[in-house]
């Protein structure tokens, strides 16, 4: 398997930008979790999908952020409009959750965002 | 929704001590997980423990957990300059919350 995929590897845009990130998880997997990480506040978790239905999103900071998870291969976190603020490295992250226990994350490369 | 913390913040060792890092939670939960990244990279999963149990080893990893105190420790033991790294806990309360924690430890092992 060839694990989490991100894509872009990184991205360089202007303030007030569209920005969508992309994650294919591992086949299989059923839960979905985006990440964002600065160093000012560390390991953020954003959102979390199981069975593409979104679990938590309280860590999503605003309406400027949403994330969709279409189907079991994909998912987007887009920003719009996008901010310097929101420069950092967004992480996604897999695992197989198929009771009331969490099982191991898979975590991608990372996107890293930098917004001029 | 990050509703605890780890620490140290940071740990410096040098090779061959032993490291404990600590974190703490205020839900209850399902089981809490420990993670290592090194920089600039993904963060890989070290050792999951159940809230039902006290102690679990992995090679030189050892994870303890005390629910009544709600806390975990990370041990460890003769430490190696490739165990250089931050350090991360995770955990799913038993409301399929997910939670993580801040900036982690950073754990400097001096060879």
């Known amino acids: 398997d060839a694990g989490v995929i991100q894509s872009p590897r990184h991205e360089v845009t202007e303030m007030g930008q569209e920005v969508t990130l992309r994650c294919k998880p591992i086949?299989?997997?059923?839960?979905l979790f985006w990440y964002r990480q600065t160093m000012m506040r560390g390991l953020e978790l954003l959102i979390y999908f199981n069975n593409n239905v979104p679990i938590d999103d309280s860590g999503m900071p605003e309406d400027r952020f949403s994330a969709k998870m279409p189907n079991a291969s994909f998912s987007t976190l887009k920003i719009q409009p996008s901010e310097p603020r929101d420069s950092a490295v967004y992480f996604c992250a897999s695992s197989s959750n198929r009771d009331r226990g969490g099982y191991e994350q898979y975590f991608g490369p990372g996107t890293r965002l930098t917004v001029t | 929704s990050q509703q605890g913390e780890e620490d140290p913040q940071a740990l410096s060792i040098q090779e061959g001590e032993n490291a404990t890092m600590n974190c703490s939670y205020k839900t209850s939960i399902n089981n809490l997980q420990w993670y290592r990244q090194n920089s600039g990279r993904g963060l890989v999963h070290l050792i999951l423990i159940r809230s039902n149990e006290r102690e679990k080893h992995s090679g030189r990893l050892r994870v303890t957990l005390d629910t009544s105190k709600k806390s975990s420790s990370l041990l460890i033991t003769a430490s190696r300059a490739a165990d250089t790294a931050s350090y991360f806990c995770?955990?799913?309360?038993?409301?399929?919350?997910?939670?993580?924690f801040g900036s982690g430890t950073r754990l400097q092992v001096q060879p």
């Open positions: 086949s299989g997997h059923n839960s």
């Open positions: 995770f955990l799913m309360d038993t409301g399929r919350r997910a939670l993580t």
